[in-house]
């Protein structure tokens, strides 16, 4: 059974608190909250762990297919608002990278809540036209 990443609030206070607490406490800056956001995906996902990620989008359709992730990718790879992972698509066993915001959903609670965490924040925190850096 898959659970869904769907309708993350705009506003969830107990998730604010538990990423300015646990997560991004004593950070400063992109390239420090890069590492803290990396090492609390790498110690919290229970890798490894199936889902449902995006492989195709286009304006009249969207694409999902099963995936087996196995790791988080180099941290060199990742951007505070571009975290990777390495899997393998059920339709092709070549290990590939893939975004960790295009995780439609997964089959572990334990994956859930630290992407919820993860997608919540980037949602909060980061559009398309700017970036705002008034968290702490």
Same mark, same amino acid.
């Given at each position: 059974?898959?659970?869904? %990443? @769907?309708?993350?609030?705009? +506003?969830?206070? +107990?998730?604010?608190? %538990? ?13 420090? =909250?890069?590492? *803290? #956001? ?5 110690? !919290?996902?229970? %890798?490894?762990?199936? &889902?449902?990620?995006? @492989?195709?989008? @286009? ?11 196995? &790791?988080? !990718? ?6 505070? $608002?571009?975290? #990777? !992972?390495? &899997? ?10 893939? %975004?960790? !915001? ?8 334990? *994956?859930? =809540?630290?992407?919820? $965490? #993860? +997608? $919540?924040?980037? =949602?909060? $925190?980061? @559009? ?6 008034? =968290?702490?």
């Amino acid at each position: 059974m898959n659970i869904e %990443f @769907t309708n993350i609030p705009q +506003k969830d206070e +107990k998730a604010d608190t %538990f990423i300015n607490d646990e997560i991004l406490v004593d950070t400063y800056g992109e390239e420090e =909250q890069l590492s *803290a #956001w990396y090492s609390y995906l790498e110690d !919290a996902l229970p %890798f490894p762990f199936g &889902g449902m990620v995006l @492989t195709e989008n @286009t304006k009249s359709s969207s694409r999902y297919n099963q995936v087996k992730l196995e &790791g988080m !990718a180099s941290v060199q790879r990742c951007g505070l $608002y571009q975290m #990777w !992972a390495m &899997g393998r698509l059920s339709i092709d066993k070549t290990l590939v990278h893939f %975004f960790l !915001a295009d995780l439609k959903s997964v089959d572990k609670m334990e *994956a859930y =809540q630290p992407l919820y $965490y #993860w +997608k $919540y924040w980037v =949602q909060q $925190y980061y @559009t398309d036209d700017e970036v705002v850096w008034d =968290q702490p």
